[in-house]
């Protein structure tokens, strides 16, 4: 859904950038990764790799819920481009 809503917006991105030993969702505008995360990354696992693959970034990163992408994708794209604008 937000690969889609990606296409729609002004927003240039790529999807599943690879990073050391782990893969990005998207990397938009070359400036921000964003994470589209199922409720599994709150498992101390998940949370773990996801710690490790944070240290590896050298641009900021936006978790965004797979809830959140489902049910108001408008505000998601809203904040990546915030946030974007604030780089």
């Known amino acids: 859904l937000l690969s889609l809503a990606l ?3 002004s ?6 950038v690879p990073l050391g ?5 998207f990397l938009v505008e070359r400036k ?11 498992r101390e696992d998940c ?5 490790k693959k944070e240290s590896l970034m050298d641009m900021p990163l936006v978790r965004l819920s797979t809830q ?5 994708l408008d505000s998601c794209v809203a904040e990546i ?7």
């Open 21 to 25: 030993s782990y893969w990005v969702d």
């Open 32 to 42: 921000l990764y964003v994470e589209v995360d199922g409720s599994y990354h709150n």
């Open 7 to 9: 296409d729609q917006s």
């Open 47 to 51: 949370k773990a790799r996801d710690k």
């Open 68 to 72: 959140r992408v489902a049910t108001d």
């Open 11 to 16: 927003l240039t991105y790529e999807r599943a």
């Open 81 to 87: 481009k915030t946030l974007l604008s604030n780089l």
